[in-house]
């Protein structure tokens, strides 16, 4: 089965800098790899993804990139703000095989004001 | 925050009881599935079912069990047999065609006494 690892576990920025999160997947067909947000205590919520047909893809502070030949993707988070601070989720998934995500461990991003 | 609702938010569970988790969605999505969630790790799936009266084990199923009778209801029982049952529970669902985001619920916090 699938098996997505991610790193850094925590990750600790000042306000305005960037925070890159990195995550890596073993199964070679996976197309689908979104990531979440998880603040203190509540339920993660979708903050951008990407499929395999494309190599970034941008939404204002937030990019992802992919690279499908390395199996591994990027979480890039730009001036960075405290409100950014929470758990970031990656995970993977073979669309076609019904949407089964994978998880991995989890990044705690602490911005510091 | 509606869409998909958990109930309760906490419960408390003495030993050797089972207990069931309720989860419910409105989206109208065909799949539904269930994560634990430990302190500082990544969301391990339970059970997911992609349409009623079918449902399939997933990386962590052992002491748990569910039912998809109707679409909009998929709940959760932690039987006797979960060793170790105190967590996070989410439930998530999605649409099984186009879009592949998975909503979550507000989770509900088990604790065994």
């Known amino acids: 089965g699938e098996n997505v690892e991610q790193h850094p576990s925590t990750l600790s920025v000042q306000e305005g800098d960037s925070a890159v999160i990195k995550c890596t997947y073993s199964?070679?067909?996976?197309?689908?790899f979104p990531w979440y947000k998880q603040e203190l205590g509540k339920r993660p919520q979708l903050i951008i993804d990407?499929?395999?047909?494309?190599g970034e893809k941008k939404d204002q502070r937030i990019a992802v990139t992919l690279n499908k030949t390395a199996k591994h993707f990027s979480l890039h988070i730009t001036e960075t703000q405290p409100e950014d601070s929470a758990v970031y989720f990656c995970?993977?998934?073979?669309?076609?095989?019904?949407?089964?995500?994978?998880f991995g461990g989890g990044t705690r991003l602490m911005v510091k004001p | 925050d509606g869409g998909i609702t958990q109930s309760p938010k906490y419960l408390f569970r003495k030993e050797g009881q089972n207990v069931t988790l309720s989860c419910e969605q409105n989206?109208?999505?065909?799949?539904m599935y269930w994560y634990r969630q430990d302190p500082g790790q990544g969301l391990r799936l339970i059970y997911y079912?992609?349409?009623?009266?079918?449902?399939q084990k997933g990386d962590i199923a052992e002491g748990y069990s569910v039912s998809r009778e109707k679409k909009e209801s998929f709940p959760l029982t932690v039987t006797s047999a979960q060793k170790n049952p105190t967590a996070f529970y989410l439930c998530?669902?999605?649409?099984?065609?186009?879009?592949?985001?998975?909503?979550f619920g507000p989770g509900t916090r088990l604790t065994v006494l």
């Open positions: 998530a669902s999605s649409s099984t065609s186009g879009d592949n985001e998975q909503f």
């Open positions: 199964d070679s067909a996976s197309n689908y």
């Open positions: 990407i499929r395999s047909n494309v």
């Open positions: 995970a993977a998934a073979w669309w076609d095989a019904g949407n089964m995500l994978t």
């Open positions: 989206l109208n999505h065909d799949a």
């Open positions: 079912s992609q349409i009623v009266n079918d449902f």
